[in-house]
């Protein structure tokens, strides 16, 4: 993955997926982000709407898979636990101290 990949911000998007699968096709280069203050037109699992309202994390990172990398489902499970696990460190270290992270 290349560092110093643009981050593009929106307000407001039907879908940051949507839009970086049309940036990618347009040769967006690997880890670039889109991220916005809110989605209008997510969609969850089995195309279930997906309420996206401003104050959340709403983005999407471009990561091309090469020939042999794991599936790409399994890619979000990985990222969710490792950014589980660097939150959670910051969370514990404030709970102890009784201070807020910084």
Do not use: F
């Amino acid at each position: 993955m290349a560092y110093g990949c643009p981050i593009r911000a929106l307000a407001e998007t039907g879908s940051t997926n949507d839009d970086m699968r049309a940036l990618a096709e347009a040769g967006e280069p690997e880890g670039s982000w889109l991220r916005a203050d809110r989605q209008t037109g997510g969609k969850g699992r089995r195309g279930r709407t997906w309420v996206s309202p401003e104050g959340n994390l709403h983005a999407s990172t471009l990561v091309r898979l090469c020939k042999d990398d794991p599936p790409a489902a399994t890619l979000a499970l990985v990222a969710a636990v490792a950014l589980h696990d660097a939150v959670s460190t910051h969370l514990r270290h404030s709970r102890e101290s009784g201070k807020p992270a910084s």
